[in-house]
């Protein structure tokens, strides 16, 4: 892991750590109480956030961040895992993830709250995955995943994914065989290019990429809904009174980040596309083209309702605990990113 830290000195966070430990009423916040208005001095929040890091950095939103008393030691982080096992060591307070995360961290014993939801306007049309299909094996249609070696990583959203296409199909996990294997970078990709596996979730970034370089490649869209879009927490962390204010900040600054996104493509190809991630300019512009602009729920009851769904098919297919995702989210914030929204708030769900 890659951290990029902020001016807040070493000394300003083992005090913030030791803080987070105390149970001293003053500090601890109830989960049922009103989230704090004023971020005390020196208060840190450490988050996984690159894709709106980059945002704020390239709108000037950062200095509302400033003014309001929030630092925040940044963590070039992103993704269930890598969040996961960085809450475990106490080295992170948020990460930016999708929704499987969430579910894993309470199966796994880490207590973690979602305090932010998105959604991509017009879902269907711009999904974040489409299924990599091998040069040479033949997969038109959902239905030709009968027998086919998928790869697949229970604790990840492309995991899920899977789960949930084989469900579409009305397949099961005995009708093809599931090879174990964690997404990272172009893993994926790789593993189909090498016919390790015949079928593989790939990002939508991915697909051009895939198709040029493999010959005899080609993609099947899903057709399901993958666009859960969510900044998860430690439970410790919002129980910290300081850190919750700040947090509080920082769910009205990110909301503003991602309506700047919408607005200003271009800057955020390069301060994020090429700036963080890497691509070529060519491949920015190509990634612009199938990536659907953010929206902002005006309520989280429809993202928590197919979060339950997720989870009882998780429950079913991976042997979990049932689990009520009401206990994972945080809704105090849900009014927190509606109000910085304000006009440009997504309803119907943004389906």
């Keep these: 892991m890659r951290f990029r830290r902020s001016t807040a000195g070493a000394a300003v966070l083992i005090g913030l750590l030791a803080g987070c430990a105390s149970t001293d009423p003053k500090t601890t916040l109830d989960l049922s109480a009103a989230l704090p208005e004023q971020v005390p001095t020196g208060t840190v929040i450490r988050i996984g956030d690159p894709a709106v890091q980059a945002d704020l950095q390239a709108s000037g939103l950062d200095k509302e961040l400033t003014d309001a008393g929030v630092r925040v030691e940044w963590a070039n982080i992103s993704g269930g895992p890598q969040s996961i096992q960085a809450f475990r060591g106490n080295k992170l307070d948020c990460s930016a993830v999708a929704d499987i995360p969430s579910l894993f961290a309470a199966w796994t014993g880490t207590p973690t709250k979602i305090v932010f939801q998105a959604v991509t306007v017009d879902p269907l049309k711009y999904p974040t995955y489409e299924l990599g299909v091998a040069p040479g094996q033949h ?134 596309l090429e700036g963080n991630q890497g691509l070529s300019a060519t491949a920015a512009q190509a990634y612009l083209k199938v990536q659907g602009k953010v929206g902002i729920p005006a309520s989280w009851d429809a993202a928590q309702a197919r979060l339950q769904a997720t989870a009882d098919l998780l429950s079913a297919e991976q042997d979990h605990k049932k689990l009520d995702v009401s206990t994972l989210a945080d809704r105090r914030f849900e009014s927190v990113e509606a109000a910085a929204a304000g006009s440009q708030l997504v309803t119907g769900d943004a389906s």
Excluded: F
């Design 139 to 272: 997969v038109a249609s959902l239905a030709d995943l009968r027998g086919k070696k998928i790869a697949y990583s229970a604790g990840q959203a492309q995991g899920a994914l899977v789960l949930r296409v084989l469900q579409k199909a009305g397949l099961t996990q005995k009708d093809v065989q599931l090879v174990d294997m964690t997404s990272t970078g172009d893993t994926y990709m790789t593993a189909l290019g090498g016919k390790a596996v015949d079928v593989a979730p790939l990002g939508i970034q991915q697909v051009g990429v895939y198709k040029t370089k493999y010959a005899g490649s080609s993609t099947v869209p899903t057709g399901i809904r993958d666009d859960a879009s969510t900044l998860y927490c430690l439970t410790k962390s919002v129980q910290d009174a300081a850190k919750a204010a700040a947090l509080k900040t920082y769910v009205g600054v990110r909301t503003k980040a991602l309506l700047w996104q919408n607005e200003h493509p271009q800057e955020y190809a390069v301060a994020y």
